[in-house]
């Protein structure tokens, strides 16, 4: 019987010897492979995008939004009221007393114009508490954040993020210097470290002031959010239910606020993303399994290329199977070697992402590799079956006949 | 015993409606080491009777018994392993591989018998140089004349050291002296023992075999034997 390594150089050298074929071949499955790979990589790195901006939030992390978002179609209390209450600073207060709650922020959130030595920028103003930079884990560069005070009072105090500082102020101290934001002027008291991270408001690019102060600069007596702190992740459902209570008994009885925490955001996210992913990954294997069906159409153009080579063989005594498993190996060889390259053009498309979006976290999951690969051999083998069993039956008379 | 016995083979191919009689009740004894050319006028069934004798075909009655062994009963893989070891086969058309060298054509057959690469590599040197082919191991058959082509086809077909070595018009594609040094090269290992049978259009090729057998329609019409010189 043919030793496995001949089988493998006969494959090699019949490989190489049709440079066009076999590049065309490799390239379909490089491109489904590269395809899965990349596509991936986007998905699942904007998976863990998500996952790790929202996880930055903090697990215990409850947020109190006014309005009902009704889930269950409509409700006998739709018909009650149709505009919620606004959450109020007092509401924020009164959340202190349940017991599963550690911290809480009101949060009042504009937009404005800030001004210092001329320099006009336009930014993201956020009016809260002391214990809100607790809450986000804001760490401090300069200075400190805003001072432990009564909630109505809003002194005219003002911490900054870190690329708001480098812009306004340069190499300038800032800290005690007077900044103008909207028509009032606040002295800076704080820099925040600079974080990069922070889902849709760039704590780098922020204003936080006083609570008091913001409503007073937006004109506003209502809130934006209520940022609330369980003890630990296990007491955040009773603590939910204590919320809620309290503010219910608040707002006449009426459950017009919606809870959200991290977890269900995050789980929400996670699945939406991960199905993507999947999908994508789907969609991507579809052309695996075009490259698949190609592979099979020139292994059989291949074939008939090389049919009177197939009867010449079958005349120096090749059994079917040899015949079979030589052009078997041949199709695995350009299946495998596609798929390797596929792989590589992958990472490399991966990592332009990453270079592009340093953000992002584009690294292909594992599984989606394996599955790539192991795609494209198993239709590169499968599909080279049919093509091999047709190599191995040929009439070797006729075979040999063929110019 | 004698090494070849065909006994009433027939073999018939279906064209459409019509069935065509390629072999009729062939009877045959080949011994050991014999020197034949077979002749006759074209579709009388030459090639067919080869192919049968070097089992690339079966007949669709009688016997064929090869060393006096049953080969028409034969599995298809019990078959390839007969023409592995015992049959070689020349052709026309010398059929090399055309992207493999001489030397990785003639190795070939000792490729596919799974002999390790070490003996190849003698065998295959031995065969170059038996067949004046030494300095073109290395080169493709595009890059081999007619003659150079031929003998390592030659090569290929005797490197296994088969019993027999079947030749369908070795030299139809050669001019007359190259087709003369073929011929003589057969002839030559007919010589040392091998089985030689030919199929030939020229006379003059076929007179130079000890023994003659014309076909005609598929029947064996003449078969005389020459006596030894
Ligand atoms: N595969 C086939 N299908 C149908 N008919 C065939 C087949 N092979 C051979 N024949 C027919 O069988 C007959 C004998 O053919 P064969 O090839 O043996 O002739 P030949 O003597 O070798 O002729 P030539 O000298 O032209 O090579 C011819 O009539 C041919 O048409
Ligand atoms: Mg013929």
Sequence with gaps: ?????????????????????????????????AAVVLLTALGDGARRYVVREFSALGSSLIIVLPGRTETGGVGAGSFVTNTPRDLTVDDAAALLRASGVTRVAPLVLGNSEIAYAGKLREVMVIGTTRA???????????????????????????VIGATLHQELFGAEPALGQMIRVGDRRYRVIGVLAASGSGLGMNADELVIIPVAAAQALFNASSLFRIFAEAR????????KTQILDILKARHDGEEDVTLITQDAVLGTFDRILGALTLAVAGIAAISLAVAGILVMNVMLVAITQRTSEIGLLKALGATGSIIRLVFLTEAA???IAGALAGLLLGHLGAWGLRLMFPVLPAY????????????????????????????ATLDPVDALSKR | MAQIELDNIQRIFQLGDSEVHALQDVQLRIDAGEYVSVMGPSGSGKSTLLNLLGLLDRPNDGHYRLEGRDVTTLSADEQARVRRERIGFVFQS?????????????????????????????????ALDDFGLAKRGDHRPDQLSGGQ????????????????????????????????????????LNGRGVTLIVVTHDPH???????QIRMEDGRIDSDSKRPAP
């Design chain 1, 1 to 33: 019987m043919m030793r496995s390594r001949d089988i493998l150089g006969f494959a090699i050298r019949a490989a190489t010897a049709y440079p066009v074929r076999t590049g065309l071949m490799m390239l379909a499955m490089a491109i489904g492979v």
């Design chain 1, 132 to 158: 809100f930079a607790d809450i986000r884990n804001y760490r401090l560069g300069q200075g400190r954040f805003l001072p432990e005070e009564d909630w109505r009072r809003g002194s005219a105090v003002a």
């Design chain 1, 232 to 239: 630990d992740r296990d007491a955040v459902p009773a603590a």
């Design chain 1, 333 to 335: 060889l350009l299946s």
């Design chain 1, 364 to 391: 292909p999951p594992d599984w989606a590799v394996f599955a790539g690969l192991g795609t494209a051999i198993v239709t590169g083998v499968l599909f080279g079956v049919m093509p091999a069993r047709h190599a």
């Design chain 2, 94 to 126: 010398f059929h090399l591989v055309p992207r493999l060298t001489a030397e990785e054509n003639i190795a070939l057959p000792l490729l596919l018998a799974g002999i390790s690469p070490h003996d190849r590599k003698a065998r295959v040197a031995q």
């Design chain 2, 149 to 188: 082509r031929q003998r390592v086809a030659i090569a290929r077909a005797t490197i296994m050291q088969p019993a027999m070595l079947l030749a369908d018009e070795p030299t139809g594609n050669l001019d007359r002296a190259t087709g003369e040094e073929v011929t003589t090269l057969l002839e030559t």
């Design chain 2, 205 to 211: 090729m076929g007179e130079r075999a000890q023994r």
